[in-house]
């Protein structure tokens, strides 16, 4: 461990170049991960060179409006208990990063007071603007102290929306569970939504509605569920489902499903021989690991951290009167759906 | 959204005391949240009068050393693919928030040249310290940049041991899963170990041994077996378990044991009627939601981050010659554990 007191080295990307006997476009290339194709050998070369000479890339300063804050702030409710806010910061910092901004993230945990401090803290800090993101999508009232500063809104919304936002599209990403469903030849679809009012819900179903009206299936209520959004919850609605005579289940995430796989599992049965089924989330540990591997709509948590950003700089502009910025949840199929026994 | 320009108002907290009727001490422990008992009406006064009079407490500059830096940096391998990466930075933002320090977090999600940039934009920033943490316990090797800061590894170490570490005692948390089997009256335990070399593979076999020992039972190698440490793994051993007459499983990890109570129920067995199971980590969405829910021993992600800031700021010392720091691995008894039907 050295002392704080040492004084850097002034050494230039010219410097990096001339030991790495490559043109400084070369090295710049190397330095900000441009993407560019550069030769193993020369890569090699300049990373030895940055090394060997302790250069700095700083490319904040390099990238920086003159005289703009150099930061952004991330307050996020809950980085601790699901991976969701991990990739809401990982495709925030990506983005801010590439624009020459440093992410401060803070995380509240849910906790109004360690949320006012965050807030607080990043005002102190002139960031350039704030994203206050939640791990689940929902409506938001705005903590007071977001006055002050630029803010997006990520994974959430505020009621009167005055502010830019950025969620999920879980319309379409519903449309595309169901879609998953119906091109297998399912006709006969169980739908187990959450019974917690909220987007996820209205969305959801709203796509599961629409993609079978454009199959010229009717809707029938009694195929939607209502469940906890858990693991209990798919496990509890079992033998609803089996009495429904559906050949195909739609989960509302991936910890439904998980019940869901349990219950059935438990009656003899198989997914997807027996049951066809569908999540949504793609919570890879989950998702990737039942057997059989579960099909599912993956939340974009990555894409809005970084739209969010990219609408707080102002490289994407929302339509103005159009609300949240809404972004596409992809299909993951996996090996959890199967045609009809009937057909 | 507001303009950048607005001047902060100068509103102190004896203002917010007058306005609230309360002393100046009162809004301070409700403004640090230093858990002393206020009475809930005076926290409400004292809250409408910060919200009123747009204080900020700004706790940072008032517990800061004058003049020493306010950030501390976390360098994170894996934020967006665990839960594991936020429960460290919950745990670390939290200590020091309480020192009047900003944590500055950057994920790198292994890649070693955002890992550069991240210490460099840490470095410029002149931060205290650095916290460089991986989300699997591990031997590193430390990226250069840290060589110019105070660092501390927290669920890593250095091969050298040069640098102060915080780990989680694998060894103590291997004895504590095997000793909850025993103590139910097991004699006969299977041992799922990961098959990738590691400090936890090591640590937790050991644990494992000494429970054993500490019981007065002979350690038979024929009752260990390396698997991926994975769903599939434990999937995969499940005839090998059940030809050792084994009677209680411990598993390297909660991934091992939720593919383990797969291949258990495809063999019309049950957990943990038939067999006993004991997971690791503590993985909150598979331990609490299997079925049974799942006894295990937890990772203590966020005492690491917690520590990791306290041995930074000279608050804990590791005692010279000891190695890292160990943290105690909580026992977490759920309902995958009965007598064994022989005894």
Chains 1, 2 share one sequence.
């Not at 409710?77 to 803070?106: C, K, M, N, R």
């Not at 569908?278 to 890879?284: I, L, S, T």
Request: aromatic share 4%; with cysteine; proline share 6%.
């Amino acid at each position: 461990m050295k002392n704080e007191g040492d004084t850097p080295r002034a050494v230039t990307m010219r410097d990096v170049a001339q030991a790495a006997g490559v043109s400084v476009s070369t090295v710049s290339h190397v330095v900000n991960n441009t993407g560019a194709r550069i030769g193993r050998d020369a890569r090699e070369r300049v990373r030895r060179a940055i090394e060997e000479l302790g250069y700095r890339p700083n490319a904040m300063a390099k990238n920086l409006v003159k005289g703009g804050s150099r930061f952004l702030g991330l307050v996020a409710d809950a980085i601790a208990s699901t991976p969701f806010a991990g990739q809401i910061i990982h495709g925030a910092q990506d983005e801010a990063w590439q624009h020459g901004y440093v992410l401060l993230v803070a995380n509240t945990e849910g906790n109004e007071e360690a949320e006012a401090s965050a807030i607080s803290m990043m005002l102190e800090h002139k960031v350039r603007g704030i994203l206050y993101s939640t791990w689940y999508h929902r409506a938001v009232d705005l903590p007071a102290g977001l006055a002050e500063a630029d803010t997006v809104l990520v994974n959430c919304y505020s009621t009167n929306g005055a502010v830019p936002a950025v969620v999920p599209d879980e319309s379409a990403g519903g449309h595309d569970a169901t879609r998953m469903l119906l091109a297998e030849g399912h006709r006969r679809i169980a739908f187990l939504n959450t019974r917690t009012p909220s987007p996820a819900r209205d969305g959801r179903l709203d796509g599961y509605r629409r993609a079978l009206d454009a199959a010229g299936l009717p809707f029938d209520p009694d195929l939607v569920v209502d469940v906890q959004p858990d693991q209990g919850g798919g496990y509890a609605a079992v033998d609803q489902v089996l009495a429904m005579r559906a050949t195909a289940v739609f989960c509302h995430n991936d910890r439904v499903a998980m019940g869901l796989y349990d219950g059935v599992r438990d009656r003899g049965l198989r997914v997807p021989d027996d049951l066809s089924v569908v999540g949504f989330d793609n919570q890879e540990v989950i998702a990737a690991h039942l057997r059989p591997a579960l099909s599912t709509v993956a939340l974009p948590h990555y894409e809005l951290g970084r739209r969010g950003v990219r609408v707080l700089l102002g490289l994407d502009v929302p339509e103005a009167g159009t609300g949240p910025l809404a972004v596409d949840c992809p299909s993951v199929p996996r090996h959890s759906i199967t045609r009809p026994s009937e057909s």
